[in-house]
Structures are given as structure tokens and as C-alpha cells.
């Protein structure tokens, strides 16, 4: 059981580090794209990242969902 408690853990951190830089780069990206009065490039970068982003936090939450029964989590816990 440790095994998995350990595995989970580290797909959930490649998993929030992942979504979360993505989100940076699409808001960085779509602020640049303001910046330059780009419209291409602010609805371009949500084209080509806007799936993997969505994924990742979605497997990412996931993840969470499962943590909360592996690690025997309880409503209320802090």
C-alpha cells in the first residue's frame, strides 16, 4: 500500500506542476498577445495548449479524488 500512497503522490505533483505551468504559459502567451494586438495569438496559444491544459487538471483532480480514499482522508480533516 505504500507503494501506491508514493505513486500517487508523485502523479499528482508532475500533475499540478504540468497543469498549472501550462496555465502560465496560455496567460503569458494571451497577455503578449494583447500587448501586441494580436488576436491570433491570444486565441492561437488556447488552440494548441488549451487541451493538454485541460486534461492534466482534469487527471490531476482525479488523482485527488483517489488520494482521498488511499490515504483514508475524512470530510472535514484539515
Known sequence: MNAVKTTTMVLFKIGLVLFLALGVVVVLTQAAGLIAGSPGLVSGVVSALGLA??????????????MAYVFGWKPGED
Open 53 to 66: 491544459m485541460t486534461v492534466a487538471a482534469g487527471a490531476t483532480g482525479l488523482l485527488a479524488f483517489v
